[in-house]
């Protein structure tokens, strides 16, 4: 197994940045490269697991994406190495990148190089078109991700190695995110500890999208937001934002996870 190198990060580093992070609460935050896609990198952030999402909401918006998303993917399902037929895996290949290449679109997982996370993973990979790189954001429990303990500081840049192992409770992180969100709940080598707080932060995003809205609303709204190009400055002038919750099999933390999400 690998190991997590810190490289030690410029000393200009944005105190507004920084300032920021630490007034929401978050507890260790920087950079990820890792050696199966050495061109790109991935920030990372830890939250307690009772931080107000709207901080991280808004801390998704300004630093990571610089604009509020159209259209958010939610996927979970199968955390394992599962089994499906290269027919449906193209498939379903071809329709994630046709939704996933409109403007403004993000993708969320777990975040890790397993099952179906590992599956979205490399589709996003292949994306076309570079220029317009797919925002992909993996939620996980801190405790669970391989080598955490080493990612436990502020403004670090880290080279993540880990490979697959064997060792029970804990997984790697898939290389193809662009950015993902710890949550630290205390425990140690269990995961489902993000659950709740990935379903509060998607409602958030959501802004009440499906909240008393027809379906003619809810459709002019969609149509309203792809539309739209850039941040608003405040954030209650962001019009709802659809979430769309695909399900590839799993088990029981998966049950959990389409239970917590605002919309299935």
């Not at 992180?173 to 709740?196: K, Q």
């Not at 539309?227 to 962001?238: E, G, M, P, V």
Request: neutral net charge; glycine residues 8%.
């Amino acid at each position: 197994m690998g190991k997590i190198l810190p490289i030690p990060t410029p000393n200009d580093v944005h105190e507004v940045v920084q300032g920021s992070l630490t007034s929401i609460g978050i507890k260790s935050y920087g950079t990820l490269t890792f050696p199966r896609n050495k061109s790109h990198q991935a920030d990372f952030i830890r939250v307690p697991d009772n931080i107000n999402v709207n901080y991280v909401k808004e801390f998704l918006y300004r630093y990571c994406s610089h604009e509020c998303p159209s259209l958010v993917i939610s996927i979970t399902g199968d955390a394992k190495d599962f089994e499906m037929k290269p027919k449906i895996i193209r498939q379903f290949r071809r329709d994630l990148l046709k939704v996933a290449q409109t403007t403004g679109t993000w993708i969320i997982t777990g975040g890790m190089d397993t099952g179906i996370m590992k599956l979205v993973g490399e589709i996003v990979q292949i994306n076309p078109d570079p220029s317009r790189p797919i925002p992909l954001i993996g939620i996980a429990t801190w405790g669970y991700v391989s080598g955490h303990e080493q990612l436990d500081a502020q403004g670090i840049h880290a080279y993540y190695s880990k490979s697959l192992s064997n060792k029970k409770g804990e997984a790697p992180l898939e290389p193809n995110h662009t950015n993902f969100i710890f949550v630290d709940d205390g425990s140690e080598r269990t995961h489902g500890g993000e659950i709740v707080f990935r379903g509060k932060l998607e409602k958030a995003i959501s802004n009440g999208f499906f909240s008393s809205k027809t379906q003619t609303d809810a459709l002019t709204a969609y149509r309203t937001l792809v539309a739209a190009q850039s941040l608003r400055t405040d954030s209650s002038d962001i019009a709802p934002v659809p979430v769309v919750l695909i399900v590839v099999e799993g088990g029981p933390n998966t049950i959990r996870t389409g239970r917590k999400e605002p919309f299935i």
